[in-house]
């Protein structure tokens, strides 16, 4: 029996930096998506090849220890969980995405959904998504630490989500097939953990003038659901803008972010921003898929990575 699953990667539209002190934020479903396929194998071992990083770990039926690549390694907790719950079987599992690896789109939950997915359904378990979505996260916490759960969160479910101080909901989106989004990378490593204590920092300084700019974030979160919901896509691209300014403000933009979201912005995009931690990274604009292809060549102009996706609305797809 061959079982494969494939879930999806994720941008921040709104919201990121504002959710640390309980704003809300919404996260989007991309159509990149991580795909994986577990075979039969006659060893006693679950091997797991990973083609995108040429990377394997083995991981022995019985004692469950763990040799090879230090990439994959989350996947042993997955393992993990599901002893406790069914007899593991031997597997032979293969890895392919097209999400980009330490790009803010959620590679990392991608894979611990689909693998979730695709390995518990190959041992006879038939988990819902709410159980897969549970078991990632704890994938998710050797990644990151202390993960918020939006990530596994769109992985499982796809589409949009809302989250606010830990609490999730779906959002109802409309015309989503007359827009794409397009993400180009400053190629600049930033460190999550380092902007959040800059902004924070910040906050503590001047928490009489902070508090304010949060509270405009959250106007723009309550005003995006509406229009997410109507399709209004010029006016998301506008609340892009808007939110933008505010992550400016607060100091996590750079000259190279502001030349991309500008470039953007000339080519016809109807809104572009930072997505994620900021001071350095990515950058997402919003445009009607017929000037998308415009827009990407502008971009990679200045930008060595640019990717065009749609916005996906299955989350985890499980075939047999």
Known sequence: ????????????????????????????????????????????TITIYSHNTN????????????????????????????????????????????????????????????????YSKFIGLELTREEISRIAFEAEKIVHGKPSGIDNTIATYGGAILYKAGEFSRIKLSDIQSVSLIIADTGITRSTRKAVLR???????????????????????????????????????????????????????????????????????LGAKITGAGMGGSIIALAYSANSSRIAGALREKSKRVIVAGIDSRGLVIRS
Request: glycine share 8%; charged share 20%.
């Open 55 to 118: 990377s394997k770990l083995e991981i022995e039926l019985g004692s469950l220890k763990t040799s090879g690549s230090e990439n994959l390694v989350q996947l042993h907790k997955i393992v993990e969980v599901l002893s406790s719950k069914a007899k593991l079987k031997p597997a032979y599992i293969e890895i392919n995405s097209n999400i980009p690896i330490a790009a803010g789109l959620g590679s990392s939950a991608s894979l611990a959904v689909a693998f979730t997915a695709a």
């Open 199 to 269: 902004v924070l920092e910040l906050y503590n300084k001047y928490p009489e003038i902070l508090s304010l700019i949060y509270d405009a974030a959250e106007r723009i979160v309550v005003r995006a659901l509406g229009a997410l919901e109507n399709g209004s896509w010029p006016i998301v691209g506008e609340l892009m803008n808007l939110n933008h300014g505010l992550l400016s403000t607060i100091g996590v933009s750079t000259l190279e972010l502001e030349e991309l979201v500008f470039t953007a912005r000339r080519a016809g995009a």
């Open 1 to 44: 029996m061959v079982i494969e699953a494939s879930a999806p990667g994720k941008v921040i539209l709104f919201g990121e930096h504002f959710v640390v002190k309980g704003k809300p934020a919404i996260a989007l479903a991309l159509d990149l998506r991580v795909n994986v396929r577990v075979d039969s194998s006659n060893t006693n």
